[in-house]
């Protein structure tokens, strides 16, 4: 079957109002941007966002936030978005925060078809009390907190009761993908994509380099293309260094 889309703006055509999505990337590095920039075209909003991170001010998913286009995000980390803030704090946007390693399992439950699991991860603190913050009144009062999670001990350690993360949409980006949809990710950029693509009930891809059927080998390809319904290109330049850090010309000894 052949899954390559005419444009971006065909792929993400019926993501509806209110849907929620499972995004890939970390920081900067391989986040779907030609599909994020397709969905900030659409005008769709009221989006319930899972990533690592929101990008930040002006790009990646920095531009659905920036655009008033996200309810609600679970994240692992916020800290490289200004607007990010100012609308948590300001009660305009829900926000889950959860540790990174209990996310990225919390995809892979969804993806994998398991309803929840155990992790020692927050147990002892607020995670397991409840209480956090997940979204502000205007007045600065607390609108929307967090449940208490279950806990169960194994082994004479507390283990908190976390539920598995799926998506109605699932916006990933590749370095390789076949017609038929198989993945190959490149390096570091392959980070959430995987987890992300399994748990989303709609998989699209934007991809870098789009080959035929069996120019990849099986032993190279990162996601079988079971996985994914949509494939479009993506341009290779569309890439941002999130902080760039170089050394002084001249130092000293």
């Not at 286009?69 to 926000?95: D, H, P």
């Not at 439950?109 to 699991?117: E, H, L, M, N, V």
Request: hydrophobic share 45%.
């Amino acid at each position: 079957m052949d899954k390559v889309v005419g444009s971006a703006a065909e792929a993400v055509a019926d993501i509806s109002e209110g849907a929620s999505l499972a995004v890939g990337g970390f920081g900067l590095c391989g986040i779907p941007s030609t599909l994020i920039a397709a969905l900030v075209a659409a005008g769709t909003g009221g989006l319930r966002v899972t990533s690592n991170n929101c990008g930040v001010d002006d790009w990646g998913l920095g531009l659905l936030l920036r655009a008033g286009r996200i309810a609600r995000m679970t994240s692992s980390y916020v800290g490289e978005n200004k607007e990010f803030a100012r609308q948590y704090l300001s009660g305009e946007l829900e926000v889950e925060l959860v540790p990174q390693g209990t996310l990225a399992e919390r995809l892979r439950a969804g993806g994998a078809g398991i309803p929840a699991f155990y992790t020692p991860a927050g147990a002892g603190t607020q995670v397991e009390e409840g209480g956090l913050p997940w979204r502000y009144a205007p007045d600065g009062s607390v609108l929307v907190a967090s449940p208490p999670k279950e806990v169960r001990e194994f082994a004479g350690r507390p283990h908190l009761l976390e539920e598995a993360i799926t998506a109605d949409f699932a916006l990933v980006r590749a370095a390789v993908a076949d017609r038929h949809g198989n993945l190959v990710f490149h390096a570091a950029a392959r980070n959430f994509n995987p987890l992300a693509a399994t748990a989303g009930r709609t998989t699209i891809v934007e991809a870098e380099r789009i080959v035929e059927p069996g120019e990849l080998a099986p032993d190279a390809v990162h996601l079988p293309g079971i996985h994914v319904d949509r494939v479009v290109p993506a341009d290779p330049a569309d890439k941002r260094i999130e902080r760039r850090t170089v050394l002084s010309a001249t130092r000293e000894n």
